[in-house]
């Protein structure tokens, strides 16, 4: 087996080092990386079109699920597909004034999990989308323009995916944390986490 060395030139590492000792921490922070992303999965209070009708969740939406724990259970999918093996799961759960807010342990041991973290991480990719299945309850409450406007009751979470558009705007990845990547602060992040983390 040949050993390659690569100079460096930094007063903090030694001028010659050996290419293996060099570069496998680099590879190994990616792969063995926390890979926790922080996100809102659903915002409150806000009307969004949906199949013909006008739809708003509220804190109590999800409460049950994820009081109950069941939540912990929702896989965190790409693009809402069921055929694909899930790229993380759920961690924990933050019902705030504004928003419900997920944090997730991606599975940086499966290539395409590691990938969606890459776009995530670097901003490419940022929309969350919830599954969900009604319990009842929902409350059409008025119309606008014609258009039936629901209130969401209790439901239960099944699923969230991270997707190239959210069904919510507001819907997004808010941080991650890797010692191996790095994230510029977006400005438009930066508001969101403002305003669905503080309550």
Avoid at 35 to 49: D, L, M, S, Y
Wanted: aromatic letters at 8%.
């Amino acid at each position: 087996m040949h050993t390659r060395t690569v100079e460096i030139v930094s007063e903090d590492i030694p001028k010659s080092v050996d290419y293996e000792t060099f570069f496998r921490p680099q590879l190994r922070a990616l792969d063995e990386s926390e890979g926790i992303i922080e996100g809102v999965a659903v915002p409150f209070g806000t009307w969004q079109p949906v199949n013909g009708y006008l739809e708003q969740m509220t804190p109590d939406t999800f409460r049950r699920s994820v009081e109950s724990g069941s939540g912990q259970k929702a896989p965190l999918l790409t693009q809402h597909d069921y055929q694909q093996w899930p790229i993380g799961r759920a961690v924990g759960w933050q019902i705030t004034d504004n928003a419900l807010v997920g944090t997730w342990q991606i599975d940086m041991k499966q290539e395409r999990a590691v990938e969606v973290y890459r776009l995530a991480a670097e901003g490419f990719l940022t929309g969350l989308s919830v599954g969900f299945v009604p319990d009842g309850g929902d409350k059409v409450v008025d119309s606008e323009n014609g258009i039936p406007r629901v209130v969401r009751g209790p439901a239960q979470l099944r699923e969230v995916s991270v997707c190239s558009v959210g069904a919510y705007p507001e819907a997004q990845i808010l941080m991650n944390r890797s010692p191996g990547l790095t994230r510029q602060v977006d400005p438009r992040i930066a508001a969101l986490k403002q305003k669905f983390l503080r309550g």
